[in-house]
């Protein structure tokens, strides 16, 4: 794969050190370590997230740098690297499996090698991810800079059924430029436009721990949601004018309005979901219609179990109104735009 050149690292945003609620480089590296002696090694699991939307080009893409039960405890763990492209001829799915021996990743900041693929953090603001799939189908040599405050979404948060289920989650660029060159069958495309960076680690069963994911971004707003499904430890963040809301559970609704079916997997995910927040300070409203959803999963056949990821590109519309200094409630921003999303269920 060719090498992407380093004048990408010169871009204007690199100056920027982005430290909100305290978070350094070393909260984005990897975690295992500081688990030891817990009672769900066996099923520890850690994964750094990125994705980008290019809208010129209709061309999106998720890569996972993944690994789970990194010690083989009891069975054996695996480290699989995802790799999703959304193109006008379909969506083109990887989803390699290697033995955790594969996987390495450092403990002060995040530099991440899965085999060939590689995620290396050049500073506190500037990531180089580099890899490609197993059958050659796609590569990717990218640069994400930091274009969003960091923020902690969980911190070993009891979401599970088990009292030791724990996870954490870091969302390190709730925004980013994103340039350099992805490759999807054959073809070349040249990228400068923008994603999105969150990491997760943690020990939990998979089916005792379902979501909805929501994250859409442009300049200036921004926003996450992490729906725990039938739990009360979701939260949802909005950032918009310099000034970051969050909501807790109890101050939101969110309701899936339309269903689809999945045949493969006999299960249905949403395609269109309203979500309202008011926290006193902030109110919150978006309408998600899905555009196109790619179940991810280790690929068992049916009937075995499986949990199944539903990723999904989305269009977002909504608006964020806040309280001014007098008082009343003032429109901070209207927006429409694409994004992504995430439904999970388990195949019974």
Known sequence: ????????????????????????????AYHYKYWQNTPGLSVYTEWWYFNLYDAQQNLQT??????????????????PML?????????????????????????DKADVQLSGNLLHAVDANTYHLTGASLNGKMSWDLIYTRDGESFQGFNAAALGKQPWERMSWLAYMPRAHVTGQLTVNGKVSTVDTYGYHDHNWGEWIPKDVLWNWAQYSQPGLWFDIYDIIGSTGGNAHVHVSGQTYEFTSSQ?????????YDSANHLYYPVETQFTADNGAARFAVTMNVLATDPLSFGFPYP?????????TTNYSGQVSVVDAAGNWQTAAAFQGQGFKEYTAERQ
């Open 1 to 28: 794969m060719r090498k992407q050149s380093w004048r990408f690292l010169l871009l204007p945003a690199i100056a920027a050190v982005l430290t909100a609620q305290g978070i350094t480089p070393s909260d984005d």
């Open 62 to 79: 998720v890569l996972v740098y993944f690994v789970t039960n990194p010690a083989d405890i009891g069975t054996i763990g695996l480290a």
């Open 252 to 260: 939101y609704q969110l309701m899936h309005t339309r269903w689809a």
């Open 83 to 107: 790799s999703v492209a959304y193109t006008p001829q379909g969506i083109d799915t990887n989803v390699d499996l290697y033995a955790t021996e594969a996987f390495s990743a450092a403990y």
């Open 304 to 312: 075995v179990p499986e949990f199944i990821i539903y990723e999904q």
